[in-house]
């Protein structure tokens, strides 16, 4: 979740000056902190995940010759 923070007075009749959500009357004129909490999208898609995985300098070392330790001969064929 994302949060936003915005700076608020609530009204005498009990209401935000923004936005307009009805609150505890004895809070009137009072100055409060409200914090906005905004879902975010957690489902990441397989092929954004490999092309960030790809385009992440991070994995950089993998292009090194030296990593290349194993060849196509390697191991045994997998039979489902």
């Known amino acids: 979740m994302k949060a936003y923070e915005l700076p608020a007075t609530v009204a005498a009749n009990g209401r935000l000056t923004w936005p307009e959500f009805q609150l ?3 809070l009137k004129d009072t100055q409060v902190r ?5 879902e975010e999208s957690t489902d990441i898609d397989e092929n954004e ?5 790809a385009q992440n300098p991070a994995f950089s070392f993998l292009y ?3 990593e290349d330790i ?3 001969s390697d191991g045994k064929p997998f039979e489902s």
Request: hydrophobic share 55%; aromatic share 10%.
């Open 70 to 72: 194993y060849s196509v």
């Open 24 to 26: 505890d009357p004895a």
């Open 34 to 38: 409200v914090i906005v909490l905004v």
């Open 64 to 66: 090194d010759s030296e």
């Open 49 to 53: 995940w490999l092309q960030s995985a």
